[in-house]
T-cell receptor
């Protein structure tokens, strides 16, 4: 399985500001995803990070609020823009390794609190 | 789109007993069903998965069964230990997509 790291591991932010979360993988992967996990809840897919093209967003998530970059096959960023307290969540990246056949591995998550 | 329902939401067992968590899915074309364990403060960890061409899969104390006709799959943990205490999530793929749809989670508490 791939080794995935996320930065920062946690942060406390003021409303109206933006935070960029980084996801780094120790090997090249085909697919990278970003999920949100609200307190005590399940995981909801935000978007699929596509290398070399724009991310594919799920219903209810828009690029202006959650811009995503994927400059290469081992790295992606998610920005949470113009934050409000409702954005307080755990943000998780996941990867599907080459020949992974839908198998996904998750990073440790970024715990965000917006005041 | 795919909808995954998971039961129970909480489960308390005595150490050494078995635990069973059940999920149902809506998209009959789904073909991949993983289970994740999430400990406090950590990301989800893949513990076992099953594909639609298999009815059962076992890995030591953990097993998963799949009934494609009824569109449900279950996680079985035998000889539970306190370190099995965590939140467990089931998930399923959607047709033509690689991203996962998750169940609502089950908080398992193993009492020593």
């Amino acid at each position: 399985s791939a080794v995935i790291s996320q930065k920062p591991s946690r942060d406390i932010c003021q409303r109206g500001t933006s935070l960029t979360i980084q996801c780094q993988v120790d090997s090249q992967v085909t697919m990278m995803f970003w999920y949100r996990q609200q307190p005590g809840q399940s995981l909801t897919l935000i978007a699929t990070a596509n290398q070399g093209s724009e991310a594919t967003y799920e219903s209810g998530f828009v690029i202006d609020k959650f811009p995503i970059s994927r400059p290469n096959l081992t790295f992606s960023t998610l920005t949470v823009s113009n934050m409000s307290p409702e954005d307080s969540s755990i943000y998780l990246c996941s990867v599907e390794p080459p020949q992974g056949r839908e198998t996904q591995y998750f990073g440790p998550g970024t715990r965000l609190l917006v005041l | 789109g795919e909808n995954v329902e998971q039961h129970p939401s909480t489960l308390s067992v005595q150490e050494g007993d078995s635990a069973v968590i059940k999920c149902t899915y809506s998209d009959s074309a789904s073909n991949y069903f993983p289970w994740y364990k999430q400990e406090l403060g950590k990301g989800p960890q893949l513990i076992i998965d099953i594909r639609s061409n298999v009815g059962e899969k076992k890995d030591q104390r953990i097993a998963v069964t799949l009934n494609k006709t009824a569109k449900h799959f279950s996680l079985h943990i035998t000889e539970t230990q306190p370190e099995d205490s965590a939140v467990y999530f089931c998930a399923a793929t959607e047709t033509g997509r690689r991203a996962l749809t998750f169940g609502s989670g089950t908080r398992l508490q193993v009492q020593p």
